[in-house]
T-cell receptor, first 114, second 113 residues
Framework: AQSVSQHNHHVILSEAASLELGCNYS??????LFWYVQYPGQHLQLLLK??????LVKGIKGFEAEFIKSKFSFNLRKPSVQWSDTAEYFC????????????FGSGTRLSIRP | DGGITQSPKYLFRKEGQNVTLSCEQN?????MYWYRQDPGQGLRLIYY???????QKGDIAEGYSVSREKKESFPLTVTSAQKNPTAFYLC????????????FGNGTRLTVT
């Protein structure tokens, strides 16, 4: 079955630290990848997406992610986090064989110490 | 203002009763989705629909049912067969294109006692 894995359940960082959140997806052919963010009390919103082309994708608020096909990974990065980045982050994927079916990982809660 | 409306925000039911959660969108999106969000488990797909009068089971469809009679509406019924119905339910929609992102509603928190 198709799946998305996020191994970091809760990450705690200080402001200005660098961030990398892991995401791995199962093999299933051509894949579309997404990162969503849920700020406290708000609905989920898209941070960035990858479907083809440059494997390094830039998103909103200084986030970026790198698609590494050989590792089935799509890790989210930010060079310097801010307190306002405190949120829950979800990786998601859809596969070409069933493009409308979008599967999410279990999420990573990010807490930033001011 | 285009968006997705889920109602109500909070819903309480007694065990053994069916309950229907509403989801309406005015984005003219073809695809609609229902997810269930539980702490530590992320979002799990219940049902999705790519077009009117058609829908597919997600990973945890047991105990749930849906209908898609209109493009704008995708109601979810939580039946008495659902063993653990207390959860936060999220509705989403997309254009249905291969790489189109999801737009989410604000969710309905269902508590069954």
């Amino acid at each position: 079955a198709q799946s998305v894995s996020q191994h970091n359940h809760h990450v705690i960082l200080s402001e200005a630290a660098s961030l990398e959140l892991g995401c791995n997806y199962s093999y299933g052919g051509t894949v579309n990848l997404f990162w969503y963010v849920q700020y406290p009390g708000q609905h989920l919103q898209l941070l960035l997406k990858y479907f083809s082309g440059d494997p390094l994708v830039k998103g909103i608020k200084g986030f970026e992610a790198e698609f590494i096909k050989s590792k089935f990974s799509f890790n989210l990065r930010k060079p310097s986090v801010q307190w306002s980045d405190t949120a829950e982050y979800f990786c998601a994927a859809s596969w070409y064989s069933s493009a409308s079916k979008i599967i999410f990982g279990s999420g990573t809660r990010l807490s930033i110490r001011p | 203002d285009g968006g997705i409306t889920q109602s109500p925000k909070y819903l309480f039911r007694k065990e053994g009763q069916n309950v229907t959660l509403s989801c309406e969108q005015n984005l003219n999106h073809d695809a609609m989705y229902w997810y269930r969000q539980d702490p530590g488990q992320g979002l799990r797909l219940i049902y999705y629909s790519q077009i009117v009068n058609d829908f597919q089971k997600g990973d945890i469809a047991e105990g749930y049912s849906v209908s898609r009679e209109k493009k704008e509406s995708f109601p979810l019924t939580v039946t008495s067969a659902q063993k653990n119905p207390t959860a936060f339910y999220l509705c989403a929609s997309s254009t249905g294109q291969e790489n189109s992102p999801l737009h989410f509603g604000n969710g309905t928190r269902l508590t069954v006692t």
